[in-house]
């Protein structure tokens, strides 16, 4: 009897397709096939493209199709456009990445008088992207000849505080009266507080060091940085004026 010899065995559509690959015929990837064992042509039906509006492995978006995604669920949380590229991954040119600490400023060159009250002058920042407020600091620039009639409000989110409030008093009967504020209002600040600074040269109350405020920032931790943030300047005595030039913000957000 003679001896029969088994060898392994592959398919013919194996044969068939050499090294041809949905690839090498111009598709982005896919299973490549032969129509039948006895028919060479090739079947690319479970071949894919970029382009064909639908994302297929190895694609992140395809054309108009993002799959849900947006420049903030990317990590931008400024928001923005999210678009698709010709290779069927993500463009985010147009998305907006938000500095983390995120400021702010305005520049109202604003007169402080003490012919009313300022809180029919507010001047107001919006900040425009989401996060929540882990820290706040509050920059004040303003001219003014006898800062201890002063006080300075921010106001956001239904919470209320006085940074600044007559500093000097009641160490002196009428408060610092050296011209002039160019201060950064800080929890963390190392020159002590706002209150009790007053230099014998303008600008009376100044930066650096940053001064801790009169009401603590901390009041704004944990809300929603979004939205209207108002500083209102007013003068307690008729007598001085000046002009309320610049305030910053500065957040810092998770």
Request: contains cysteine; charged residues 10%.
């Amino acid at each position: 009897h003679r001896r029969r010899h088994s060898f392994p065995t592959r398919r013919s559509s194996d044969l068939q397709l050499g090294n041809a690959t949905c690839v090498s015929q111009g598709f982005s990837g896919g299973a490549l096939q032969c129509n039948s064992p006895n028919n060479c042509q090739f079947n690319t039906s479970q071949c894919f493209s970029c382009g064909d509006g639908n994302i297929n492995p190895g694609e992140q978006c395809d054309g108009a199709n993002l799959g849900g995604a947006t420049c903030v669920s990317q990590g931008f949380a400024g928001g923005g456009t999210l678009t698709c590229n010709n290779s069927c991954g993500f463009n985010t040119a147009q998305c907006v990445n938000v500095p983390n600490p995120y400021t702010l400023c305005v520049n109202p060159n604003q007169a402080i008088t003490g012919a009313g009250p300022g809180i029919n002058n507010p001047s107001n920042i919006n900040v425009p992207v989401a996060g929540t407020v882990t820290d706040v600091n509050v920059s004040i620039n303003a001219l003014h000849t006898w800062p201890g009639d002063l006080d300075f409000r921010v106001i956001h989110n239904g919470v209320s505080r006085y940074v600044i409030d007559n500093p000097g008093q009641p160490a002196s009967t009428f408060g610092c009266a050296t011209d002039n504020i160019t201060v950064t209002l800080d929890d963390e600040g190392n020159g002590g507080a706002v209150e009790n600074t007053c230099a014998n040269s303008a600008p009376g109350i100044a930066s650096p060091p940053n001064r801790t405020p009169n009401n603590a920032l901390s009041g704004f931790d944990g809300a929603s940085m979004q939205g209207m943030w108002t500083l209102t300047p007013e003068d307690l005595a008729a007598a001085s004026g000046g002009t309320f030039q610049q305030w910053c913000l500065t957040i810092a957000w998770q």
